[in-house]
């Protein structure tokens, strides 16, 4: 890989050739992956390299762990044909590079032993201590037996590597080296293997990489990725970056040169280093600008690393008085940080040629957590840097969040991935606080970023001033403000656009509690009148009567109770009854049977109680309601034949229901319209609706064109049979109408 320039720490004899400039200016050999990583691998040089951080407790352990793994993959080989042991030991070079502790190389050396050779964990935690064992666990993928589909296994395995993740980061930094390795020596694989291999590393694991911050690690595996993804493009595109290389060392030189005197005469120190692009990150830019190899120009950028913040803004004004800057290219990552951390000015200059050269200025520090993020802290043993710490923490955070929410494996992955683009949006807060946001994001991800109160109380959304949709998309710049309600509930339409795992989960949340006090609501409202029946008052339960109740039920509260009641699971009058059995006061009364009432609705019951959609009630028809288990409440017109078959089947499940006046609310209602064919009919219907204040929610139209009428059939979101009836009168009233009726219920 390619090292930072300051850890040069035992690496002498494996390290790349480099070009030597001055002593301050170095040009990067170009990216060769097929050379670069044929670094002798043996215990012996990975002793050497960790004899430099590690004690020598330390180095007694590793070999221990080096014995074991190399016992338990004897007479293993791997594709190369190679003794397997060369790759574990090659992953903690790996590992070794980024200075992880001793634990994390020994688990680092044992990584396949589980998962190839068996070895349990109670084995791994008798000779290696829990710790150790753990790290390993984490990284073992799941026994295949219990898994019908590679994708099933896959995605379950991702989660539970995530979730170990979390506790412990160094899970996540030796399954990257042993990506990474295996990534470096796919070329021993077959084709579709390679190709199934590099896919998943391009859209799982290069993005962890760079949400960690391991930017290093994040292009290798792209390019790598891409290489074995798309194998043809690559060897082209490289063989295109071969010549133009010869053609643009003169023009590198050149702008080193003149850029070296400018620092030199405005005294910044400044270390400068000319860069190559990656044959991917190349390959995008033709890709999104829809352009040649030959028309991308800016193949080679510079990185200039100063001593201070303020030395990055002073020399952007020595590169902008060289060169004319290319308009709209200046970013200024200092002042907002990327997602993962990363701090940078950078700006396009026009060339000396004509051509655009990119600059990257940061400081030394910023350069550190540019290219090992959140592995800086092993290397350099600082502090590791206070932004890459919290952002990572938080993303780690919202990984056990979405893990909270969701159930399936692949929706948690899916998740994932998307949490995981590299793509981020930047957007303002009414008072300017800036939000990062992955790309696709909207209103509600960003209210839910803010807060989930204001996530949960979201009615509206204001977009640089402006009354948007909810699902709009934000762009980087926009002032977006929410607008509340303080009594509003999260719409479960919202998941079907918002982008971020943290809405998704918060909605879900909300969703789930709302529906719990509505069903709670509700089972209040029908056992109280339950009650009433028994000659009995809910009000006047007391504390020893409830007690009674609830351990005949088995509920730990009254509210649970109530819920299982509004969800069907237990039915009002028979619990009502048991309260009336149990409460031995009330055993003189008279016992006969009760008259009947009906439950009221009033439109506020919200999720609890459903309105069939085989004869969609509205308010003010003749309605039953059906208690199925678990469901809530039904409610059915009296007269719907599919009623008709579940009280045959069913009849204690179902109680009588009024409607209080007025109701809030709107209901669908189902409307068929047989028209005369002709110009603006849909139109015209669509406007008496409207004129009437409802809404359409659905129209079907059946169109044989041999039939001189068409049948047109609309859902329309109403308040109560008098409105509809009113919108049927409107309609009736035109001529081409031949005929308007409420639909019938489904058989
Ligand atoms: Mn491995």
């Not at 044909?81 to 502790?101: F, Q, R, T």
């Not at 190709?195 to 694991?205: G, K, N, V, W």
């Not at 009760?594 to 609890?608: T, W």
């Not at 189902?670 to 609706?689: E, I, P, S, Y």
Request: net charge positive; hydrophobic share 40%; proline share 5%.
């Amino acid at each position: 890989m390619h090292r930072p320039p300051t850890s040069a720490a035992g690496s002498a004899p494996r390290k790349r050739p480099v070009v030597r400039r001055k002593p301050e200016i170095q040009v990067p050999e170009p990216v060769d992956a097929a050379s670069q990583h044929d670094r002798p691998v043996s215990l012996g040089s990975l002793l050497e390299q960790i004899s430099g951080y590690l004690t020598d407790a330390d180095l007694q352990q590793i070999r221990g762990a080096y014995r074991f793994a190399d016992a338990a993959h004897l007479g293993q080989y791997r594709a190369s044909g190679e003794p397997y042991i060369s790759h574990p030991v090659a992953v903690a070079e790996i590992c070794a590079d980024w200075k992880l502790d001793s634990q994390a190389l020994m688990a680092a050396l044992l990584h396949d032993t589980a998962e190839d050779k068996g070895i349990t964990q109670a084995e791994l935690v008798e000779h290696f201590g829990s710790t150790v064992a753990t790290l390993c666990y984490g990284l073992t993928k799941l026994d295949k037996i219990h898994f019908s589909s590679r994708e099933e296994n896959q995605a379950e395995s991702f989660r539970k590597m995530l979730l170990a993740m979390a506790r412990d980061i160094r899970v996540i930094l030796v399954k990257l080296a042993d990506r990474l390795h295996n990534m470096r020596t796919l070329d021993a694989m077959a084709a579709e293997k390679r190709r199934r291999i590099a896919t998943e590393t391009m859209e799982i694991y290069a993005p962890i990489a760079y949400r960690l911050g391991l930017n290093q690690v994040y292009r290798e595996l792209q390019d790598l990725g891409f290489r074995h993804s798309h194998p043809m493009r690559y060897a082209v595109l490289s063989q295109a970056l071969r010549v133009a290389r010869g053609n643009r060392r003169d023009l590198v030189d050149r702008i080193l040169a003149a850029t070296t005197k400018s620092f030199g005469d405005a005294g910044i120190k400044v270390q400068l280093y000319g860069r190559e692009k990656t044959l991917y990150s190349i390959y995008r830019k033709m890709q999104r600008k829809h352009r040649s190899f030959a028309h991308v120009q800016d193949i080679f950028g510079f990185r200039v690393i100063v001593p201070e913040v303020l030395d990055c803004y002073r020399a952007l004004g020595v590169l902008h008085a060289q060169y004319k800057p290319m308009p709209g290219k200046f970013e200024d990552f200092i002042a907002i940080p990327k997602l993962n951390g990363y701090q940078s000015l950078h700006t396009t200059l026009i060339g000396p040629t004509g051509a655009p050269v990119e600059f990257q200025i940061r400081t030394e520090a910023m350069h550190r957590v540019a290219e090992s993020g959140v592995a800086a802290h092993w290397l350099y043993k600082t502090g590791a840097d206070a932004v890459t710490q919290a952002t990572t923490s938080a993303w780690l955070q919202s990984l056990l969040d979405i893990q909270n929410e969701n159930r399936d494996a692949a929706e948690f992955l899916e998740t994932v991935k998307v949490d995981l683009a590299p793509d981020a949006v930047y957007v303002f807060t009414p008072k300017s606080r800036i939000l990062a946001l992955p790309r696709g994001a909207t209103p509600v991800d960003f209210s839910y970023a803010v807060h989930t109160d204001l996530g949960n109380q979201t009615v509206a959304a204001k977009v640089n001033g402006e009354l948007v949709p909810l699902r709009t998309e934000l762009h980087s710049g926009d002032v977006v403000e929410i607008v509340t309600a303080p009594h509003s509930r999260p719409n479960p339409n919202w998941l079907g656009f918002v982008r971020t795992g943290r809405a998704r989960s918060k909605i879900r949340h909300a969703l789930k509690v709302s529906q719990q006090t509505e069903s709670q609501d509700l089972g209040r409202r029908l056992l109280a009148r339950a009650l009433v029946h028994q000659g009995l008052r809910l009000e006047e339960l007391d504390t020893a009567d409830w007690a009674r109740l609830l351990h005949w039920s088995g509920n730990r509260s009254q509210d649970e109770l109530f819920g299982d009641i509004g969800l069907g699971k237990r039915v009002a009058d028979i619990v009502a009854a048991r309260v009336r059995l149990l409460d031995t006061a009330a055993d003189d009364a008279s016992a006969a049977p009760p008259p009947r009432g009906a439950l009221q609705l009033d439109g506020s019951e919200g999720a609890s109680v459903h309105y069939a959609s085989c004869c969609r009630p509205i308010p003010g028809d003749a309605v039953l309601g059906y208690l199925g288990k678990g469901e809530g409440l039904t409610v059915h017109l009296q007269d719907c034949p599919q009623a008709r078959r579940l009280f045959q089947k069913h009849p204690h499940s179902w109680i009588d229901l009024s409607w209080s006046s007025p109701m809030s609310g709107l209901y669908p209602a189902a409307l068929v319209v047989v028209v005369n064919n002709g110009k603006g009919v849909l139109a015209r219907l669509a406007a008496a609706v409207s004129e009437h204040d409802a809404d359409i929610v659905h129209v079907t139209m059946d169109d044989d064109s041999s039939q001189p009428t068409i049948e047109l059939r609309f859902l329309l979101a109403v308040r109560d049979r008098k409105h509809l009836a009113d919108i049927l009168r409107a309609i009736r009233v035109h001529k081409f109408v031949v005929r308007a009726y409420r639909g019938k219920p489904r058989a």
